[in-house]
C-alpha cells in the first residue's frame, strides 16, 4: 500500500508545457472544407473525438490533450507580474547578487512570503555597492518599468536568470524564470466547444477566439521581426502579443486604450473561474445535488424555534429512507398500500430498486428492506442559508409541511442564519398593517 505523504505544487514552465504538448499549433485556422485543419486550434490529436488519436479512448473516456503556441518573443503572464517585480527587488540587476537579508521563512502565510522578503532587501547591493533602481508595472504599455523607464522583457529574464539558485531551495518559492511565458499552452478543444446547431458548426468558443488573436498576433510580430522593420514598430506589434496574451488570461487587466466597447468582450480564463456564474461560485459552492432543496425564506411566528415549515410542493418531492423492521412492517404497508402513497421506492437487500410511479402491482414488504418515502411532520432535517459562516449556519430542524411556497422559521432563529434583514421587513410590515388599520 501506497501512502500519500504530500502533493507539491508548482509553476508550469515552458519545458513542462512543451513536454505535455501534443499539438505545436502553428495554423491560424480551425476549419478548411469541413475538416479539421492539421496543427490548428482544432488539432484532432487534442481529443473530443469519436476515437481520440492520441490515447485512443473515446468522447466519454478521453479529456482531451494540451497543445502549445510558442512565442516569437517572451510575455508576461498577468497574473505572475507582480511577482516578477518582486523577485527583480530581491537580485542585483547588475551582479545578480541575492538582496534579501533574511532568508528564514515568515511566520505568515505562503503567498505572502515572497512580498515579505522584496519588501526587507538591502537598497544597496552588498557586493558591488551599486544602488537598485525602483520596479513598477505600467498598464498602459503592459511592460515593467525601471526606473520609469522602459525595461524591455528580454533584459527581465536575463536579470532574473543570474539569480543563485540557492534561494530558491532556501526559500522554497517558485522559479521566476517560468512566470514569464515562451511558450502558451493551448487547452484542449473539451475545454472551448464549438457552438453546434445541429451538426454544423455555428461559432467558436470565446477562448479559442481569444486563442486566434494570439496566434495572429504572434505572426505578426514574427513577421514584423523577420522584415527588419524599425524598432518602434516591432515594439507596437510585441505589446499587441502582450495586450492578447493578457486579454486571454483576464480581461480586466488590459490597458485601457485597447479595450473596445463597441463590441462584446470575450470571456477570459479568469472570468470563468472567478464571477458568480464561474467554476467556483457557479458549479462548485453552488452546486445543486440529491436530497436538497432550496428556496426563498419567510418568517412564522406560528412556528415553534426547533421548526421549520416546508412546502408541500418541496415535501413530496424529497425522500427519508426507512429500513423495514417488525416493528414498522405493518405500518408501512398500509402506508405502500395507500393511494396515492406516500412511499416513492422500495430497496430490496439485493439493491433491486423499484420506482412506484411506474410500478402497479401489489408489493408485500420484508423486514431488511428499505423503502423511501417523501417527508412528513416531525422528521428531523438540516437548515442552512448562505453564506455558511459558522456552525450555527447549519442546524437541525423539525419538519412541519405547511401549504406555502417558502421555507418558513420563527423569527427567533433568524440571527444565527444571520437572515436579519428579512426580519427588519416583516416587523415593518406587521407595522404598517396595523397602522392602515
Ligand atoms: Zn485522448
Ligand atoms: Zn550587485
Request: proline content about 5%.
Amino acid at each position: 500500500m501506497h501512502v500519500i505523504e504530500g502533493i507539491n505544487f508548482s509553476i508550469w514552465g515552458a519545458n513542462d508545457i512543451r513536454r505535455e504538448s501534443v499539438v505545436h499549433i502553428t495554423e491560424k485556422k480551425t476549419i478548411e472544407n469541413g475538416t479539421f485543419v492539421k496543427n490548428g486550434l482544432r488539432d484532432p490529436r487534442m481529443g473530443g473525438q469519436k476515437i481520440c488519436p492520441t490515447c485512443g479512448e473515446n468522447r466519454r473516456k478521453c479529456n482531451g490533450h494540451f497543445g502549445h503556441i510558442e512565442f516569437v518573443q517572451p510575455v508576461y503572464h498577468i497574473s505572475w507580474v507582480t511577482n516578477v517585480i518582486h523577485w527583480l527587488r530581491c537580485i542585483c540587476f547588475k551582479c545578480g547578487e541575492n538582496l534579501i537579508k533574511d532568508l528564514s521563512p515568515p511566520n505568515l502565510q505562503r503567498n505572502k512570503h515572497l512580498q515579505h522578503y522584496s519588501k526587507r532587501c538591502h537598497h544597496k547591493c552588498p557586493t558591488c555597492k551599486e544602488r537598485q533602481p525602483k520596479y513598477s508595472w505600467n498598464k498602459e504599455t503592459q511592460s515593467i518599468e525601471k526606473s520609469k523607464a522602459f525595461y524591455h522583457i528580454n533584459l527581465v529574464q536575463t536579470h532574473l536568470e543570474m539569480m543563485d539558485h540557492s534561494v530558491l531551495e532556501t526559500t522554497g518559492l517558485g522559479n521566476p524564470i517560468n512566470m514569464i511565458l515562451t511558450c502558451l499552452p493551448v487547452p484542449p478543444p473539451t475545454v472551448r466547444p464549438a457552438i453546434m446547431q445541429g451538426t454544423k458548426v455555428r461559432g467558436e468558443d470565446d477562448l479559442t477566439y481569444r486563442l486566434l488573436q494570439i496566434m495572429r498576433a504572434n505572426s505578426k510580430l514574427e513577421k514584423s521581426i523577420e522584415d527588419e522593420r524599425p524598432e518602434h514598430i516591432v515594439t507596437q506589434h510585441a505589446e499587441h502579443l502582450q495586450n492578447t496574451v493578457t486579454g486571454y488570461i483576464n480581461h480586466d487587466k488590459i490597458s485601457t486604450g485597447r479595450k473596445r466597447s463597441s463590441k462584446r468582450e470575450y470571456t477570459s480564463l479568469t472570468a470563468r473561474l472567478k464571477t458568480k456564474e464561474g467554476r467556483i461560485r457557479g458549479n462548485l459552492m453552488g452546486k445543486r445535488c440529491d436530497f436538497t432543496s432550496r428556496s426563498v425564506i419567510t418568517g412564522d411566528d406560528n412556528l415553534g424555534m426547533h421548526q421549520v415549515g416546508i412546502p408541500i410542493s418541496v415535501a413530496k418531492k424529497l425522500t427519508i429512507p426507512v429500513k423495514v423492521t417488525s416493528y414498522n412492517k405493518i405500518l408501512l404497508q398500509e402506508k405502500l398500500d395507500k393511494k396515492p402513497s406516500p412511499i416513492k421506492f422500495v430497496i430490496r437487500p439485493n439493491g433491486s430498486r423499484v420506482d412506484l410511479s411506474f410500478f402497479k402491482g401489489r408489493i408485500t414488504l420484508n423486514v431488511g428492506w428499505t423503502i423511501e418515502r417523501e417527508l412528513q411532520d416531525g422528521d428531523i432535517v438540516l437548515f442552512n442559508r448562505q453564506p455558511s459562516l459558522h456552525k450555527m449556519s447549519i442546524m437541525a430542524h423539525e419538519v412541519k409541511i405547511l401549504p406555502y411556497s417558502t421555507f418558513r422559521m420563527n423569527l427567533s432563529c433568524t440571527t444565527p442564519y444571520n437572515a436579519v434583514s428579512i426580519t427588519y421587513i416583516i416587523i415593518f410590515k406587521i407595522n404598517t398593517n396595523k397602522n392602515t388599520l
